[in-house]
């Protein structure tokens, strides 16, 4: 059994280098970068708020110049790279992944119920609606005028939709907008693509590789996160590839009790140093964020988003985003794109703690707020409010 001791700053760096926030361009630029962005990340979650831009697109910006939705949709329509199925939550998948999206397909093909009791009248019905007409939409399923009855009624269609989706019989081929275009699964996988379903033991080595190459080191409660129920057998795989020398177990003298897993070729990822800091505005729903505590233990950033939050309890804002300069989180700011207007609309903006070298990091976040105004849509920004208060002055004078 092998161990190795790291410091908390390393961990960090190795964690911002496996997610893509260490280095500028790190997977290339536009439709290539964005393809690659995916498959390292392992997955990008989808999320319906779009009081900025949409989760999925706004993370794929952070990492991938010159990313357009476009991009992303062309991947899922036409390249067929990408697939959109369960990890946590909604998400984009690489293609090449496929297969161990089975395991959760099948358990609700025996009987798991995804929201609403399942009509499987309805589901043939629907199913076979696709398979003699092709790709269609849920809106296809509304009720036309001058009938009525079940089979056109669009809530048990949609319902039925989802369930035949996550069941692995029909996938969403494309996107129009935001609207999910269903057909077959097998008119929309790749010829080529592995379609074996994994065994219990095979998945759980999957998510521990894939949690290892996406988080720089895990542990094995944040592997099974990704998919309930497995904890179990994923401790019990950890224990084995431990025993095989496949996994090194890290320990932190910061987190006394805490014990994370990682790998040789991993390790060997650890930038000795950061270069030129960058800056990003992240998503709340970004991969590096997804988990709250990692951020408390490595970067010592107590994040919550606060959308699910009554209004009147909120203290960061409705949909605060967090900022990370080098390898620190500095702040964060509720934002709104009225895109109407073309104005980005920064509500609050919350420097972290101690943060008072704003000079340092000023003119990198102004350009990073023209750039990311700009992808919303956006040819104005109005600062409301900042905390301190004495930052407001110094943000506007720089965006100016």
Not at 9 to 20: M, S
Not at 130 to 158: C, H, R, V
Not at 315 to 344: E, H, N, T, W
Request: include cysteine.
């Amino acid at each position: 059994m092998s161990h190795q001791t790291l410091s908390l700053k390393a961990a960090r760096r190795l964690i911002l280098e496996c997610q893509g926030l260490l280095k500028y361009n790190p997977y290339g630029k536009n439709k290539r970068g964005t393809a690659k962005a995916v498959d390292s990340l392992g997955y990008v979650q989808i999320d319906t708020i779009s009081v900025v831009s949409r989760a999925h697109h706004h993370t794929l910006w952070a990492r991938v110049p010159g990313y357009q939705p476009k991009m992303l949709f062309s991947h899922q329509a036409t390249d067929r790279t990408v697939f959109e199925y369960w990890s946590h939550a909604a998400a984009y998948l690489p293609m090449h992944d496929f297969r161990f999206s089975l395991p959760r397909k099948l358990s609700y093909k025996n009987g798991r119920k995804h929201w609403y009791d399942v009509d499987k009248k309805v589901n043939q019905y629907v199913y076979e609606r696709l398979k003699a007409e092709g790709p269609l939409m849920s809106k296809d399923f509304e009720t036309p005028k001058g009938t009525s009855g079940i089979w056109y009624n669009f809530k048990p269609a949609k319902i039925a939709l989802n369930q035949l989706f996550m069941q692995g019989d029909i996938m969403i081929s494309e996107r129009r907008g935001f609207q999910k275009v269903f057909d077959l699964t097998e008119r929309v996988v790749p010829s080529g693509i592995e379609t074996t379903l994994p065994n219990e033991f095979e998945m759980a080595c999957h998510l521990i590789e894939r949690g290892i190459q996406t988080q720089g080191l895990i542990r094995d409660k944040e592997v099974s996160y990704l998919r309930k129920g497995m904890g179990a057998v994923v401790r019990n795989a950890i224990k084995k590839l431990v025993d095989r020398g496949q996994l090194i177990v890290i320990n932190f003298k910061e987190l006394p009790g805490e014990t994370f897993y990682s790998n040789a070729a991993t390790l060997t990822r650890t930038p000795t140093r950061i270069g030129k800091k960058l800056l990003h505005i992240l998503c709340p729903f970004d991969n590096i964020l997804i988990q709250r505590q990692r951020a408390i233990d490595f970067f010592n950033f107590d994040y919550k988003i606060e959308c699910y939050v009554p209004e009147p309890k909120r203290v960061k804002g409705y949909f605060s985003l967090p900022v990370l300069f080098g390898d620190q989180f500095i702040g964060q700011f509720d934002a709104k794109s009225d895109r109407k207007m073309q104005v980005f609309v920064i509500k609050q903006f919350h420097l972290e703690e101690g943060v008072k070298d704003w000079e340092e990091f000023l003119p990198t976040l102004v350009e990073k707020l023209w750039e990311y105004a700009q992808f919303c849509g956006c040819k104005t920004i109005l600062v409301e409010q900042t905390f301190p208060r004495e930052f407001r002055e110094v943000l506007i004078k720089g965006i100016r």
